[in-house]
């Protein structure tokens, strides 16, 4: 199982920016996937999380309203739309993946990618 995200970058508070997760191997059991991040000195956090079908997602308190996750099955791909961006969302994030039909809710993963840097300047 490999993810790899992409779409980071710097951008300035009040903007937004799009990323994206493709996952490979094993595609042909069904899984649920979800973005993480964590920033210098701070804990990995749940950001957002959906499901196989699509249908049941998860959202942090403080993206909800802003951040919207999608996913295309037929490319394996999932995308985290992030709008009204702010410092406090600068961190590392992390696409995540696990094969279990709980894991969009209870937020436990057992495969990551490598992460993607999103910087938010003031």
């Known amino acids: 199982v490999q993810l790899q995200a992409s779409g980071g970058g710097l951008v300035a508070a009040g903007g937004s920016l799009r990323l994206s997760c493709v996952a490979s191997?094993?595609?042909?059991?069904?899984?649920?996937m979800g973005w993480f991040r964590q920033a210098p000195g701070k804990k990995r956090e749940a950001v957002a999380t959906i499901d196989w079908s699509g249908d049941n997602t998860y959202y942090a308190d403080s993206v909800k309203g802003r951040f919207t996750i999608s996913r295309d099955t037929t490319k394996n791909t999932i995308h985290l739309q992030m709008n009204s961006l702010n410092p406090d969302d600068t961190a590392v994030y992390y696409c995540?993946?696990?094969?279990?039909?709980?894991?969009?809710?209870?937020?436990?993963?057992?495969?990551w990618g490598q992460g993607t840097l999103v910087t938010v300047s003031s």
């Open positions: 191997g094993r595609t042909y059991e069904s899984y649920s």
């Open positions: 995540a993946r696990d094969p279990r039909a709980t894991a969009w809710i209870s937020l436990k993963y057992n495969y």
